[in-house]
């Protein structure tokens, strides 16, 4: 059960920003929520997590809704490389049934057109 | 990428052989794991490891063994390949049970 619910495609033009959302509404507390994209035929890329605050690095920016039930990742200046599979995972780190490990769903095809 | 290297990168094997995918790392990661990848289903795992000698089962453990005798090195055995075991197989390590994943490139496998 990957426990995210992600649109199956979305375009977005070069150079504008592209909003990838993601439903997580079961999502307990001791979850991150996770980005992963992967570009055919490679292994997929980290791109960013967090648990309740907005984060931000070189690559995206993460926006965690307050009741944490949906989240959006946003690539400010989307380019032609950016076309890719993107992942939405929860992750929770409680010893047991999870130990840190991933469960990836299908994903949101973000296609970037020139 | 992240010092993983996967090999072989592509095999093709038939059914009712032995099969074994090597995933090397060279970050001294203590967590390793073994996904599967397939139209339809996304990645799935199938073992992972945390620590030499530690390992454990995945979702879709049935038909794989693992074995890690060395903090750089995570096997994945098939022991009697079937066709239903073609598939693009990714390994990933992390720093600890907290860090993100960082996966390698695939191996693709193909049962005839």
């Known amino acids: 059960d990957a426990k995210t619910t992600q649109p199956t495609s979305m375009d977005c033009a070069e150079g504008r920003a592209a909003n990838l959302p993601c439903n997580h509404s079961?999502?307990?507390?001791?979850?991150?929520v996770y980005w992963y994209r992967q570009i055919h035929s490679q292994g997929p890329q980290y791109i960013i997590h967090?648990?309740?605050n907005n984060e931000t690095n070189e690559m995206a920016s993460l926006i965690i809704t307050e009741d944490r039930k949906s989240s959006t990742l946003i690539l400010p200046h989307a380019t032609l490389r950016d076309t890719a599979v993107y992942y939405c995972?929860?992750?929770?780190?409680?010893?047991?049934?999870?130990?840190?490990?991933?469960?990836f769903g299908r994903g949101t095809q973000l296609t970037v057109w020139p | 990428d992240a010092g993983i290297t996967q090999s072989p990168r592509h095999k093709v094997t038939e059914t009712g052989t032995p099969v074994t995918l090597r995933c090397h790392q060279t970050?001294?990661?203590?967590?390793m794991y073994w996904y599967r990848q397939d139209p339809g289903h996304g990645l799935r795992l199938i073992h992972y490891s945390y620590g030499v000698k530690d390992t454990d089962k995945g979702e879709v453990s049935d038909g794989y063994s693992v074995s890690r005798s060395k903090t750089e090195d995570f096997l994945l055995t098939l022991e009697s390949a079937t066709s239903s075991q073609t598939s693009v197989y990714f390994c990933a390590i992390s720093r600890d049970r907290v860090s993100p994943l960082h996966f390698g490139n695939g191996t693709r496998l193909t049962v005839t």
């Open positions: 995972i929860v992750r929770g780190y409680d010893r047991g049934s999870t130990l840190g490990r991933l469960y």
């Open positions: 967090g648990l309740k």
């Open positions: 970050e001294n990661h203590r967590y």
């Open positions: 079961t999502i307990s507390g001791n979850e991150y």
